[in-house]
């Protein structure tokens, strides 16, 4: 299911999320521009590397001049890849400016980076002992998307649907569509536990920015009934 927009206007301009839609575009320009040495290097100096925070001898050996710590924001800008960065700014486009208009502007901001902080520490302690590159702004947006579920369950989703090679058009409200994309994140990263085939799917850095976006959301509006949306 991929989604194609929403029936949610904001009532404000969103421009911390534009901005960061624009952050991520311009670090993808300058990761194309690099040739395929150096963006091997990059890509490795600047993504999450959790062996790294629980084996510091690694830092030493691969010569990294970045701390392991500091890659945990600076990941959250980096992509692999075409379809990687648009499905992700696609995702945020839609479903961020909705949040921010609740949350307000630097809230969202502060929300947003917490969200992909947990992500990637949550990332780390489920592959403690990987020297693999995690990159991408997916444990954020996940983050987004459960606050977005939370506060906006009802709003519909313009969703395409593939049925068999033909395609659908339906409209789905947002905690369903959430909700099934957190189960499938949720079923994957537990295969991925119990020793199924490697994936270059970050499954736990989804399901733990998706649970940091419900902490950091209860704390944000902590004193205030939630505004629940009814269309």
Known sequence: MIP???E???KTIPFVNYTIIIINVIVFIFEITLSQQQLTRFIYEFGIIPARIFFPSLNIKYDFFTSPFITYFTSMFLHGGWLHII???WALYIFGDNVEDRLG???YLIFYIGA???AGFVHSIFNYNSITPSIGASGA???VMAAYAILFPAARIKTLFI???FPIIIYIPAFFYIFLWF???LFSGTLSLMGAEGSAIAWWAHIGGFMGGVVLLKIFIKGTRLPFQRI
Do not use: A, E, R
């Open 116 to 118: 992909g902080l947990i």
């Open 141 to 143: 947006i996940s983050g």
């Open 105 to 107: 502007h630097f809230k």
């Open 8 to 10: 949610n206007p904001s």
């Open 4 to 6: 194609l927009s929403d």
């Open 183 to 185: 189960f499938s994140q």
């Open 87 to 89: 499905f992700n700014m």
């Open 163 to 165: 049925f068999f090679v």
